[in-house]
């Protein structure tokens, strides 16, 4: 995977990021109190929310801890390889994330084994 070009942030930090805010605001913190928790400022908890700066794996035990959830909790669920040797769905996450933000954050709530079939679906439809 290193040789994809890719523009604007990761998918894995803007899962991570996501799971952050949700989390977050599911728990009715606010960005400002989860920055003085962590000791970083309001800006950087926007940035980690967005994907546009990096959770290095210190901070996310920081946050998970103020947010009262396991670090593995904030990260992507599931693997990110499909069953079907061949089918590299990440790279399907990636293209789906760049087109369409809101629709990839909603779609991140489902289980694994609906992903993997919605895209394995999608695939056949539109190889």
């Not at 604007?8 to 930090?13: L, M």
């Not at 035990?61 to 990110?80: F, K, Q, T, V």
Request: proline share 5%.
């Amino acid at each position: 995977m290193g040789d994809i070009k890719r523009k604007g942030p990761h998918i894995i930090d803007v899962t991570v990021g996501d799971n952050i805010r949700q989390r977050r605001r599911g728990l009715g913190i606010s960005q400002e109190a989860l920055a003085a928790a962590v000791n970083v400022t309001f800006q950087q908890i926007q940035k980690y929310e967005r994907g546009a700066n990096r959770v290095s794996a210190s901070r996310l035990y920081e946050i998970s801890r103020a947010l009262a959830c396991d670090a593995g909790d904030l990260m992507p669920r599931g693997e990110w390889r499909a069953a079907v040797p061949g089918q590299d769905w990440l790279r399907d996450a990636q293209a789906l994330h760049g087109r369409h933000p809101r629709l990839f954050s909603q779609l991140m709530k489902w289980p694994e084994d609906r992903l993997r079939l919605l895209l394995i679906t999608l695939q056949t439809l539109h190889p």
